[in-house]
């Protein structure tokens, strides 16, 4: 487990630039009298009672200059963020006040806080789980509202809830087989072969039910790449700023304009999607051209979603059929474009080439057939509909993986029971599932693991 440091410390909790307002957040047992020393009010910090708001000023205690006019927030432990002492600095927002402040906050006791600190204090400190403290970070990155959703569910206590509800019929599982193990003459070994099968059976599907949700899951947090890919001048950059609603890519009628990777977030159907224009993709003597091309086709291979761009004023050559053979194996969508023009491309015969991948006519600089292309988009990411008011939706890669290793060891006591070998036998098959649901919530996880996962967080959270 992570070492629990009693030390005081500070970071500044807003986005650096210039703002109206900036915070400067310091936890710790020094928090208040580092208060007393660098506040200048009609108030001590220190007398204050807790969750209140003091208005006066920030000075440098070495020359009693004013730094800024301030609001500073009172928050005694233990109801407090990181159930420690919380002092909480609002400032003019701006680099230069920010920092001032914060330097004088570090010389006078405390320390810069590092990535994820107070609420990696919050979680050693058992206010919260470990995949509430996920859900932190879920929420600052969330791209759509329904990955922002889906982050609040499990901030909540969801997904902590759920988890520990398995491990204590794990846990009552275990306890009858000790009971039997210590008491043989009044519980049966058929008796605890019985039960613990039944309960094991109930438990495994309980876990089926979460990991069925990973897949959705891992759409909604991270969401998909989707790569527009196509010869040149069939509409690609077009395409990606009729997405956007803005002129983010350089189009024009010579081909080979686009000699680069462009790629922006857009929000289709509640999924972020990566939209990321490439090159087109063609025989050429240049150099640099040919760079673009390999890049393209090296996006491609590791795209979720493929949009093959076909120009329905021209028909089918050489190249068309190249890229149309190197997509095959991949989730894509055909989308012919140009239909405002004299249609001369085969459409039948891009069907002996796409298998089962939708195709979709549209007229880009028309807006024509564009809500079509967003349906088929949609289709393709999700599944069926999930209610994230309700549901539990399994996001998290290492959330997954705990949960498979749970599985594998249920289904491991299964057939060890079926085999009717020793119960002591069952019992070190359920260990192995109480350890790895414990991995979840951070009952039973090391501290590289927990240090690892606070390094992603942002410096004041």
Avoid: W
Avoid at 418 to 431: E, H, K
């Amino acid at each position: 487990m992570s070492v629990l440091k009693d030390d005081t410390i500070a970071a500044i909790s807003t986005a650096m630039g210039s703002g109206g307002i900036g915070i400067i957040r310091i936890s710790g047992n020094l928090s208040l009298s580092i208060a007393d020393k660098i506040f200048k009010s009609n108030k001590k910090p220190s007398l204050s009672e807790s969750h209140r708001v003091l208005y006066g000023h920030i000075i440098d205690p070495e020359n009693d200059i004013v730094i800024d006019e301030v609001l500073l927030t009172v928050m005694r432990a233990p109801k407090t963020y990181t159930t420690e002492d919380v002092v909480e600095i609002n400032c003019h927002g701006g680099i230069q006040p920010l920092n001032k402040i914060l330097e004088i906050v570090v010389n006078n006791g405390a320390r810069l806080a590092e990535p994820g600190e107070f609420t990696k204090r919050a979680f050693l400190n058992g206010r919260i789980d470990l995949t509430q403290a996920e859900a932190v970070i879920d929420i600052i990155n969330s791209k759509t509202d329904a990955a922002r959703q889906t982050a609040v569910n499990q901030l909540s206590g969801k997904l902590n809830k759920k988890i520990k509800d398995i491990r204590s019929k794990v846990l009552d599982i275990i306890a009858g087989i000790e009971a039997g193990i210590d008491y043989p003459d009044e519980i049966s070994d058929t008796g605890i072969y019985s039960s613990a099968e039944k309960e094991c059976t109930e438990i495994l599907e309980e876990i089926e039910k979460l990991l069925k949700t990973s897949d959705t899951g891992k759409i909604i947090r991270d969401g998909v790449k989707a790569v527009i890919l196509g010869k040149p001048n069939v509409g690609k950059s077009s395409l990606l700023n009729t997405f956007l609603d803005e002129e983010r890519a350089i189009v024009t009628n010579i081909p080979g304009t686009t000699r680069d990777t462009v790629e922006e977030f857009i929000n289709i159907g509640g999924v972020p999607v990566k939209i990321i224009d490439t090159a087109g993709i063609r025989d050429t003597d240049n150099d640099v051209e040919k760079i673009g091309v390999e890049k393209s086709k090296a996006y491609a291979k590791k795209a979720d979603l493929i949009l093959m761009m076909l120009d329905s004023s021209r028909e089918l050559d050489s190249e068309d059929i190249e890229i149309l053979n190197f997509i095959k194996d991949k989730k894509s969508i055909i989308v012919i474009n140009k239909i405002d023009l004299e249609k001369k491309i085969n459409t039948d015969y891009i069907k002996e080439y796409t298998k089962d991948s939708v195709t979709v006519e549209v007229s880009v600089n028309e807006g024509l057939g564009m809500d079509r292309l967003y349906d088929a988009i949609t289709s393709l990411l999700k599944s069926g509909e999930v209610n994230l008011e309700n549901d539990i939706i399994i996001s998290n890669v290492r959330h997954k993986n705990a949960l498979l290793n749970a599985k594998n060891a249920i289904i491991k006591t299964l057939e060890t029971i079926s085999l009717s070998m020793p119960v002591d036998f069952i019992s070190m098959d359920l260990q192995i599932a109480l350890s790895s649901l414990g991995e979840i919530t951070g009952e039973n996880v090391d501290g590289e693991i927990i240090d690892r996962i606070f390094t992603k967080f942002c410096l004041g959270k």
